[in-house]
Structure formats: structure tokens, C-alpha cells
């Protein structure tokens, strides 16, 4: 079965950070799809408009980005360039074919269609449009403006979802009920922690916040000769894990585990709990290592 994709069209000199930041999003927040920027998809010496062609009939939906450069304004009496990339891409968007059969089209025989406005009105009159889109205007669309992203971004893809009948993924992670206990214990400050992770006990950890401000997390990966020493290494630690009643966040790939370490009852502060579980781990490490 192949990923329901979207092509982003969207003129570089206008949106391409957005364009970027919508595909990371939708691959993010939607489950089994595939986004295609022409930036990430066609490499030195491909023959562009073929490479071009080939993306957009893969596609199963178009998003077309229209910021305030998108196209001439009416205001310039400006016309379109006839070898206009962007309006070829919206040309064949609606012209081409599909290029999948049975479940792979998702139940679709056209490909759908959503004019995004990033940063500007949301009106097609603004545009001096060729007929060759002039479908667009007809199209329910969407706006976004820069400074709403982080609040809009989330909204507008649930919205995408729900009209293409795509699943989103789970929101966020769930976590046990606060224990009261571990609520009022304090915070390592960030000075002292630095301090801590120095000495040769914490080899390998590291702080890290992963975006959030007021979050601190320690983190280490733990490599391992093969699959089996990581999987007795996190056994290991989850047998202790139990008696502690303190639990990693972690994830294994192959012969690595890489670790993160907060304490969520304490509003995802290090505690003595993370510098503890941290300890541990490292000495599990080096006995599954020897052994």
C-alpha cells in the first residue's frame, strides 16, 4: 500500500520556509503519508519538468502556497510569464491523472486541491491569475499567518485530515497521575546539574530541553556490540525501574538505546530520581557490557 502524498507547490522567492515547515507538520501530526517539496525531490541533473510531472501525479492532494509574491499583483499590471513553474505545477494538479490503482488512490479519481494563504489576504483578486488556474478561485481555502503559526498549525492540519479522511496520530504522550511525593521534591538547578553530569559517574549525559523553555531532561545514548545486549540492558533496567517506581522515556533502534530522563510530577524538572535512574543505567551498561 503506498503513503497518501501531497505535492506542495509554492514559489521559493514567496514561501519555501513555510513550505518546509508545513511538510515536517503533516508528517508529524498524520499517520502513513508522504509530503514531496521539489527541494528534497529532484537532485542535480534531473530533468526538471519531467521529474516535476512524475511528483504531482503521484500526488494524491496539492497544496498550493500563495503568500504575497505568489503570483504579479493586479495593482503592478503585471502578466504572468507563460513558463511560470508554479502555474504549470496548479496546471497539472488539476489536468493529471492519479498515477495509482485500487486502494492506493484512496477512493479518489481527482486529485484534491487546497489553496493555503500564508501571511496575506485571503482573496484571489489581489493576483493576476491565468486562466489556466483560474479554478483556484473557486476553491474553499485556508490562511495561516506567520505569528499564529505555533497556535494554528495544529487546528489547520486537524482540519486536512478531516476532510481527506487521513488519521491523525496520538497528540502527546500520557503520563501517570502526579505522585504527590514527587511533586514536592526539588528541582536540580541548572548550575548544580551542569556540576553533577562533569563527574566521570555520568559519563555520556547530557541536558536538553527539546524546545520547551522551562523543560529539562538529561540524555544519553547507550550503543551496545548487538540487539540482544541492548534488549538485556533495558530488561535490566526496567526490573529496577519497578523498585524505584521512576520510568525513562526511551527508544530502541537495533543495538542502541537512547534515553531521556525528567521528572514529569515535577513539572519535567531533573530531580535526584532522573540523576539516580541515570546512575544506574550507566552501571547497567557496563555489566551487560562485560558480561
Not at 490562511?143 to 496520538?170: F, M, N, Q
Request: a negative charge.
Amino acid at each position: 500500500m503506498q503513503p497518501f502524498t501531497f505535492f506542495i507547490s509554492y514559489r521559493r522567492q514567496d514561501t519555501a520556509p513555510i513550505a518546509l515547515l508545513l511538510k515536517n507538520e503533516i508528517e508529524k501530526r498524520i499517520q502513513f503519508v508522504r509530503v514531496s517539496v521539489d527541494v528534497g525531490e529532484i537532485r542535480g541533473g534531473e530533468h526538471f519538468p519531467d521529474r516535476l510531472r512524475a511528483l504531482i501525479g503521484e500526488a494524491h492532494a496539492t497544496i498550493a502556497l500563495i503568500g504575497k509574491n505568489w503570483l504579479p499583483r493586479r495593482e503592478n499590471n503585471t502578466v504572468p510569464r507563460g513558463d511560470d513553474w508554479v502555474i504549470a505545477e496548479l496546471e497539472q494538479s488539476a489536468s493529471l491523472p492519479i498515477l495509482h490503482n485500487g486502494d492506493d488512490r484512496y477512493g479518489r479519481s481527482n486529485r484534491f486541491i487546497l489553496p493555503l494563504f500564508v501571511d496575506c489576504e485571503r482573496r484571489f483578486d489581489q493576483f493576476e491569475i491565468p486562466e489556466a488556474i483560474g479554478y483556484l478561485a473557486g476553491l474553499q481555502a485556508e490562511h495561516i499567518d506567520y505569528a499564529s503559526w505555533p497556535t494554528e498549525i495544529g487546528p489547520l492540519i486537524d482540519r486536512i485530515a478531516v476532510s481527506l479522511g487521513l488519521k491523525k496520530r496520538p497528540d502527546s504522550d500520557e503520563y501517570p497521575k502526579p505522585s504527590f511525593g514527587k511533586a514536592r521534591t526539588q528541582p536540580v538547578g541548572d548550575v548544580e546539574l551542569t556540576s553533577i553530569l562533569s563527574y566521570e559517574d555520568y559519563e555520556g549525559w547530557y541536558v536538553d530541553n527539546f524546545g520547551y523553555a522551562e523543560v529539562r531532561y538529561i540524555v544519553k545514548t547507550f550503543k551496545f556490540p548487538q540487539f540482544n545486549d541492548a534488549a538485556d540492558f533495558m530488561a535490566l533496567v526496567a526490573n529496577h525501574c519497578r523498585v524505584l517506581d521512576h520510568h525513562p522515556e526511551w527508544r530502541n533502534v537495533f543495538n542502541h538505546v537512547t534515553v531521556s530522563l525528567t521528572t514529569w510530577d515535577a513539572r519535567r524538572r531533573v530531580t535526584i530520581y532522573d540523576l539516580n535512574l541515570a546512575l544506574y543505567m550507566n552501571k547497567a551498561a557496563n555489566y551487560i557490557s562485560k558480561a
